[in-house]
């Protein structure tokens, strides 16, 4: 009796030891920038949620003004660079084949929908 718990006890170790080895000799190996789902993708919501939790922590003092600063140039970056994503996706590329007038002022205007965008998500939250 003793030596089927042994066995047993064996067997159950060893596949619990597979199964926390194997991964790190697995052959389909992703780069962890190609791992990205469809449920981890960043959208245009979030990152104004983000700059809206940003410009409360600057209030409540949490963090720097130099910080807010950076992060909020960041954030709306990202914001006007899907936003113009999308709206080349709309229109299938014609933003491209703009002059160079033509593109300052899209960005002008990216940047008041960003603007537009937050304000309506702070009347939302209160």
Request: some cysteine; overall charge negative; hydrophobic content about 40%.
């Amino acid at each position: 009796m003793d030596y089927l718990f042994l066995i047993i006890g064996s067997l159950v170790i060893i596949t619990c030891f597979y199964f926390i080895i194997s991964p790190f000799f697995s052959s389909g190996e992703m780069p962890a920038g190609e791992m990205e789902t469809e449920g981890e993708k960043l959208t245009l919501e979030q990152v104004y949620s983000a700059v809206n939790e940003l410009e409360m922590d600057f209030l409540m003092k949490k963090i720097t003004s130099e910080d807010f600063e950076k992060l909020k140039e960041d954030y709306q970056l990202l914001a006007a660079e899907m936003l113009k994503d999308e709206t080349e996706g709309l229109k299938l590329g014609k933003a491209k084949h703009l002059p160079e007038g033509k593109k300052k002022i899209k960005d002008v205007e990216a940047e008041a929908e960003i603007l537009r965008e937050l304000k309506k998500l702070r009347q939302q939250k209160g």
